[in-house]
């Protein structure tokens, strides 16, 4: 069970990245600017998501309920966005915060149409999801500086 969860979340990732970023497109410089932006916040919330992980209340504890995952989750990208919000960015932090819901309610979606394997820890999930958030993040930040260039 836990291997086909794992199926699934990777593949509504990878059909949301191959969406969000995949398309060649005539975008300008200003807007591969902003998906460095937006690559540099998903890395952020995948640091964010590790130190979560990291913390000595999260070590071996069992997943009982999605909505601890889901708040750990929306802390970590609000974090990742007070820094942007510090340097006047605030229209582009409104415009990213609801393309972030938008995506992760798709994965939401998907995650919770699965129970999740008995030995499946808290830790872990955010450890994987946090990989997931900077490989998302690297391939917005590889998209956009192939369009400066």
Avoid at 35 to 64: H, T
Avoid at 78 to 100: D, L, M, P, Q, S
């Amino acid at each position: 069970m836990k291997l086909l969860l794992l199926a699934v979340f990777c593949l509504v990732i990878s059909a949301e990245v191959g969406d969000a970023i995949g398309a060649e497109d005539s975008d300008t410089a200003g807007e591969s600017n902003s998906n460095i932006q937006k690559g540099e916040i998903y890395q952020e919330i995948g640091r964010q998501l590790k130190a979560e992980a990291s913390a000595p209340y999260s070590i071996g504890r069992k997943v009982s309920v999605f909505q601890r995952f889901w708040r750990a989750v929306m802390k970590a990208f609000k974090e990742a966005c007070h820094a942007f919000v510090k340097t006047g960015k605030e229209a582009f932090i409104r415009e990213i915060n609801v393309e972030f819901e938008e995506e992760i309610g798709k994965v939401k979606k998907a995650f919770e149409m699965y129970s999740l394997d008995e030995e499946t820890t808290y830790q872990q999930l955010m450890l994987d999801f946090a990989d997931t958030m900077e490989l998302i993040g690297a391939k917005y930040i590889a998209k956009g500086r192939k369009q400066v260039a």
